[in-house]
């Protein structure tokens, strides 16, 4: 049993633990929080694939977040803005979306913050994540983004996993394949 998969990312090479997530699928786990190194390259890596015109990054937290950092950074964009998947005592009108992920069992809400709703109303919005799967939570934070009256004029994340990586809509810099659970690629 293979109980790892390497993944290279431009000059970098990460070893990532296969993890089941049903009796028939296993996921490489990919965690970019904690691995600055990865998320800066990832970073320089994909900004030349970027739109032209965006006036805010945005991500889904949490192990997106030091992507969005270092994209806005790179791109000289110097704020971007966090959904949130619970709302916190520091958010006034929030707008929430349900939505369902690969990795969480149970349905959850993705929250953004009334004041950044208004800050993001009539912007154009560069949408990003570290993985994107399904697609249902980067579908939900744009459906949460288009009420607060913003523009999603981009879906970027660092890999693609699945049939994600036979998507048009998003822009990812390598594909991440789903394995069975004696770690040989499914399909």
Do not use: C, W
């Not at 691995?35 to 805010?56: G, W």
């Not at 916190?88 to 004041?115: C, F």
């Not at 919005?125 to 009256?149: M, P, Y």
């Amino acid at each position: 049993m293979n109980n790892y998969y390497q993944l290279q990312l431009g000059p970098l090479t990460r070893k990532l633990p296969l993890i089941p997530i049903s009796a028939d699928t296993a996921i490489a786990s990919f965690v970019l929080l904690g691995d600055d190194e990865l998320s800066r390259t990832a970073a320089e890596l994909i900004k030349p694939q970027l739109p032209a015109a965006f006036d805010y990054i945005v991500t889904v937290e949490s192990k997106g977040i030091p992507f969005a950092h270092d994209l806005s950074l790179v791109t000289h964009h110097p704020r971007s803005f966090v959904i949130r998947k619970s709302v916190k005592g520091y958010m006034r009108e929030p707008l929430e979306q349900a939505v369902n992920s690969i990795t969480t069992k149970q349905e959850q809400r993705l929250v953004l913050d009334g004041q950044d709703a208004r800050q993001l109303r009539g912007k154009r919005v560069l949408l990003v994540d570290d993985v994107i799967s399904t697609g249902d939570s980067i579908h939900s934070a744009a459906t949460l983004l288009e009420q607060a009256g913003s523009h999603v004029v981009g879906k970027a994340a660092i890999l693609a996993e699945g049939d994600a990586a036979n998507r048009t809509d998003i822009i990812f810099l390598a594909k991440l394949p789903l394995f069975k659970p004696d770690g040989t690629v499914k399909g």
